[in-house]
């Protein structure tokens, strides 16, 4: 089951329906079946919070990842911070809040499917599955 929930903030207007089938979707792309991903809506306070309880990091980001998964079966909390996305969209006048919204949630799924974004190359890589996702919502 595919959640959507939301702390200090207003859930974001997407489709969620849409939403959990391109989920469902690429996770399949990948051999894996969606189970339980809770996605949680934050603002830059609560991430901040987050980040440094359980990572030790202390600034902000788009999203943490929780993994769950086991086998083929992609599982997680994933946070995500509408206003870093806000940011982000503003800072690269090429992108929309809502496909800047849309990579990221996209962006967790991934990495609950095994794709990794801070080793060498990991980053060109993932990019590259966040476009092709991306592209199957009709986003691009």
């Known amino acids: 089951m595919i959640t959507f929930n939301t702390e200090n903030v207003e859930i974001p207007d997407i489709d969620c329906r849409r939403i959990e089938q391109w989920i469902t979707d690429v996770a399949a792309s990948y051999g894996r079946r969606a189970g339980d991903i809770n996605y ?80 060498p190359g990991e980053r060109e890589l993932m990019e590259a599955a966040e476009d092709k996702a991306l592209a199957l919502l009709n986003e691009a």
């Open 40 to 119: 949680v809506f934050v603002d830059d306070e609560r991430i901040l919070a987050v980040n440094r309880q359980f990572l030790g990091h202390d600034y902000y980001t788009d999203i943490i990842t929780f993994d769950y998964t086991e086998g083929h079966i992609v599982s997680g909390d994933l946070y995500i911070s509408l206003d870093t996305i806000r940011t982000n969209a503003e800072q690269y006048a090429h992108c929309q809040y809502r496909r800047e919204l849309h990579r990221v949630i996209i962006h967790g799924v991934l990495h609950l499917c095994g794709l990794n974004d801070k080793g």
